[in-house]
């Protein structure tokens, strides 16, 4: 049986699913190294929401993994210095991979064992970076050379959709290089109500017939929730009522803002295990990333498979692979505050096209999943070092 080293920062909830699918199918054998430490996990501060997390889901079980050993001054998977392990290289060697499965190339743990194994074994790349934002003319060409340096040292790249597909083939990446892994979440477990949705309308004072926008993430300037406030209150129908959860460096001002704004909802960070209700209280969900650009925005997937429309600027990465105008959503040009008054009131205008959108939303997303992940990286595995010796 082929063996994968998998390289990543920390446990995370849309990737450990993987890890326990790939262990329970055994087509490969794996072990996933986690290189930020197991000290700087478990503290759990996370910077976008601006205090400590801790997922309530199991994020170390079902898979074999081990901690490696990060010397970085300022331990983070924030920075390219924040993770240093001097000892990485060793023991993968030691693992005896026939292949390497990194996720990021931007720290140092994680370029230097990528640089080591080019040659000795297939190097797999995981990312899902965009050409969404624009840099100087000078930036761009420094940035042209050094990514195409880096994945100069990559066999193979497991790409999340169209976006990041042109960004991979932009560095220098062939077709035949490329391998579709979508980018995911538990469709199941969103689709499942454990949690009557009502209750949480209910705690908030929102009436079951009225029409509901959900903001559900960091509440950060990337993201762009104040101008989803200011269409929100331009579009000022008294039937609909905005809801922002999640915390971030933006929260005092929106709450600011919304002062005196009776249908401007509030909730502190919900975990994953209350997520599902939180989608499903709402009638269309909205995410109007402005820059830089949201690489993907995972969330859509989330509200998708909680059957639900959704409204997201041309910035999001997930746009032309998830969102179908008129189907199961819009896409307003990003920063567009009128473009964005508009679509927001077209879809909060009528209930029944929300439904309609909903149940679309979920047929496109069904093959969004876990096992599509997996059977990729399988895949990419066995071709890579079919008839190879170490």
């Known amino acids: 049986m082929k063996r994968l080293a998998i390289i990543t920062t920390h446990p995370i909830q849309y990737y450990a699913p993987v890890f326990t699918l790939l262990q329970q199918r055994q087509k490969i054998q794996i072990m996933v190294f986690y290189t930020l430490g197991q000290e700087a996990t478990q503290q759990g501060h996370d910077p976008g929401f601006d205090r400590k997390i801790s997922w309530d889901l199991p994020l170390t079980e079902g898979y074999p ?74 930036r761009s060409v420094l940035k042209y050379l050094l990514l195409k340096w880096v994945y100069r040292h990559v066999d193979a790249a497991l790409y999340v959709g169209a976006n990041n597909k042109a960004y991979f083939k932009h560095y220098g990446l062939t077709e035949d290089e490329l391998v579709f892994a979508p980018h995911a979440v538990d469709n199941e477990r969103f689709a499942t109500k454990k949690r009557d949705s009502r209750d949480i309308r209910s705690e908030l ?27 929100f209150v331009t579009v000022a129908d008294p039937n609909v009522h905005l809801l922002f959860a999640g915390n971030g460096e933006l ?45 993907w925005g995972l969330a859509v997937n989330e509200a998708m498979a909680c059957g639900k429309a959704v409204l997201v600027s041309d910035r999001v990465g997930c746009a032309k692979d998830l969102v179908r105008p008129n189907v199961n959503g819009l896409v307003f040009e990003s920063g567009n505050v009128t473009d964005l008054v508009e679509k927001l009131h077209f879809l909060t205008k009528d209930r029944n096209i929300c439904i309609a959108y909903g149940k679309e939303s979920v047929a496109l997303i069904k093959n969004w999943n876990f096992s599509a992940i997996a059977t990729a990286i399988e895949k990419t595995v066995i071709k890579l070092t079919d008839g190879r010796t170490k």
């Open 65 to 138: 993994y081990t901690w490696v050993s990060n010397t970085a001054k300022k331990p983070g998977s924030h920075n390219f210095s924040g993770v240093k392990n001097p000892d990485l290289i060793e023991r993968v060697v030691a693992w005896q991979p026939d292949a390497l499965l990194v996720f990021g190339w931007s720290y140092r743990g994680h370029l230097g064992v990528i640089r080591y194994f080019k040659n000795r074994i297939p190097v797999i790349f995981r990312g899902d970076s965009t050409l969404l934002d624009q840099t100087s003319a000078t």
């Open 251 to 295: 929260e005092a001002d929106l709450k600011l803002k919304a002062a005196g704004q009776s249908h401007v909802h509030f909730l502190d960070f919900t975990n994953q295990s209350e997520m599902p209700a939180v989608y499903q209280a709402c009638d269309v969900f909205c995410l109007p990333s402005a820059g830089p650009a949201e690489t």
């Open 205 to 231: 004072g929102i009436p079951d017939d009225s029409m509901l926008a959900l903001f559900a993430g960091k509440l950060s300037a990337k993201k762009a929730p104040l101008l989803l406030l200011d269409a």
